[in-house]
Nanobody
Framework: QVQLVESGGGLVQAGGSLRLSCAAS????????MGWFRQAPGKERESVAA??????????DYADSVKGRFTISRNNAKNTVDLQMNSLKPEDTAVYYC????????????WGQGTQVTVSS
């Protein structure tokens, strides 16, 4: 089983930046995907970004709404997967979750507790 701990949420003004971190512990697997999701009030949960690696090569993917503004990365020194969020907009306001999808699973099955991101106008 995998346990996920998130940090970095907060309140920022439009145009500002935040860096979210997700630390994983417990059982690890050779192949998995780490993703960031968000859910705003009254809206469905949506995928924001994801990162995976295979043979030392990193693969990243982003939702169209955050391309060019958000960057997902692996921080080897801190053993985390981070989400750098720049040029934040009020519509980015949501609870952000990190999650893990094992290569052998169809869905993301391990989730963090969520961290609130609020962007004021």
């Amino acid at each position: 089983q995998v346990q996920l701990v998130e940090s970095g949420g907060g309140l920022v003004q439009a145009g500002g930046s935040l860096r979210l971190s997700c630390a994983a512990s417990g059982r690890t697997f050779n192949r998995y995907i780490m993703g960031w999701f968000r859910q705003a009030p009254g809206k469905e949960r949506e995928s924001v970004a994801a990162i995976s690696w295979n043979g030392g090569i990193y693969y990243v993917d982003y939702a169209d709404s955050v391309k060019g503004r958000f960057t997902i990365s692996r921080n080897n020194a801190k053993n985390t997967v981070d989400l750098q969020m720049n040029s934040l907009k009020p519509e980015d306001t949501a609870v952000y979750y990190c999650a893990v999808k094992l290569s052998s699973s169809f869905d993301y099955e391990y989730w963090g507790q969520g961290t609130q991101v609020t962007v004021s106008s």
